[in-house]
């Protein structure tokens, strides 16, 4: 559906003057093109989409029906994943922290554990010892140099006495499944990529054993206007560029050989970046001691983007437009540097609809409701409405207190 004035309107009758607006059918899209771009080339492949990033029910069921994994990190996101009908053999429970109780019930039904800590692996050797006639589905985070400056604060170092006792464990125990190793790295330029893919073959080299799967974790630039790549330092990957940097590794190395895992990674930006955009309204304009601001019915917590201008475009609501100069638009919030865009240049008026792109990831789900409730998320991509969240009332956030 194409926004312009009419259609604007008509949302703003039924929901209000601020929403979300997600594109299902361009989620869909996304995630079977990155599929299917790294199949071509490790045709063993798949994805493990990461809940984090946005964990909207009906982005999560897309995952679930295209036979994608849940990568989950929280008992909350665990929740979800089994109430969309994620069955527990296609959850996969990254995070330093997990419930033990929930971490049993998880692995009793089958679900797959990766362990992050000692303190983890006595929790998950109690687990196993309690339940001697199930098969615990375990895997390891390993972290490895990949040399881009940052010592991750995730998994086992793979030299450590740690990562020894662990594999030990897995490798050893009857009623374990060792099925992955499984890393996680914070840089998401295309350089990285090579040494994290390089580090997980080599450490299967080395120990002679090749798990069911190999996660290489996420960290992906995805699909973004030019305007926002035009901010960015550094190189903005396609898919393909990503699955030579990583796919083209496990090709080479397991070409001769019987056994070929199955690979994952966990994309979340990759896939959900472009699929969601934020409608705010022009509240206010005015001028303070030189400077241009318009106030929107919309936060910087709502898109989720610091330090860059996200695309956005404004839609002429009928009010008398003025010509503006470095304007900044700003959030409803009461925090001085919530600040939507920096310095727009061009025509602006009360009620004008903004409307700003590419805010798939960690919005929605970083949005506190601090000072209002949360805006209702809308489908509109079938030329019809479909409400994927109703708006937040008070008696949402206060039902919790005791008055």
Not at 29 to 39: K, P, S, V
Not at 106 to 118: E, K, W, Y
Not at 358 to 384: A, H, Q, R, T
Request: glycine share 8%; charged share 25%; proline share 4%.
């Amino acid at each position: 559906m194409i926004l312009n004035k009419q259609v604007v309107n008509e949302l703003r009758k039924e929901y209000g003057d601020a929403f979300y607006l997600l594109d299902s059918e361009q989620y869909r899209n996304n995630f079977l093109e990155l599929r299917d771009t790294f199949r071509k080339i490790y045709p063993n492949f798949n994805i493990a989409y990461s809940y984090k990033t946005n964990y909207t029910p009906k982005f999560c069921k897309i995952v679930n029906e295209l036979g994608g994994y849940a990568e989950v990190v929280s008992e909350m996101e665990l929740e979800i994943a089994l109430r969309v009908g994620v069955k527990p053999n296609r959850i996969i429970w990254n995070g330093p922290i997990k419930n033990p109780k929930k971490l049993e019930e998880f692995l009793v039904a089958g679900g797959t554990d990766n362990i992050d800590s000692i303190e983890e692996l006595e929790v998950v050797k109690n687990i196993a010892e309690k339940h001697p006639d199930k098969t615990l589905n375990l895997g390891i985070r390993c972290n490895y140099e990949v040399n881009d400056g940052v010592v991750s604060r995730f998994g086992f170092d793979v030299d450590s006495e740690g990562f020894k006792n662990v594999l030990a464990f897995v490798t050893s125990t009857p009623n374990v499944h060792f099925i992955n190793f499984q890393c996680h790295f914070a840089k998401r330029q295309i350089e990285y990529w090579p040494a994290r893919a390089k580090g997980m073959v080599e450490l299967i080299d080395r120990l002679g054993i090749i798990p069911e799967r190999i996660d290489i974790g996420g960290g992906l630039f995805g699909k973004m206007a030019d305007s926002l790549k035009a901010q960015f330092t550094n190189e903005i990957p396609d898919y393909q560029a990503y699955a030579e940097a990583a796919a083209r590794v496990f090709a080479e190395y397991f070409a001769d050989k019987d056994v070929k895992p199955e690979l994952l990674i966990e994309p979340g930006s990759a896939v959900v970046g472009d699929c969601m955009k934020f409608v705010g309204t022009v509240k206010t304009i005015k001028n303070v001691r030189g400077k241009w601001f318009a106030t929107i019915l919309g936060s910087q917590k709502n898109i989720s983007m610091t330090g860059i201008n996200p695309p956005m475009e404004v839609i002429a609501m009928g009010g008398e437009q003025k010509e503006y100069e470095n304007l900044d638009m700003v959030g409803f919030t009461c925090i001085e540097g919530d600040v939507l865009y920096h310095n727009y240049n061009g025509k602006l008026a009360h009620e004008d609809a903004i409307v700003i792109s590419n805010c798939g990831s960690y919005s929605l789900v970083m949005k506190p409701p601090f000072i209002l409730p949360n805006f209702p998320v809308l489908d509109i991509c079938d030329e019809k409405t479909e409400v994927i969240k109703r708006g937040e009332v008070f008696d949402d956030l206060f039902h919790t207190f005791n008055f």
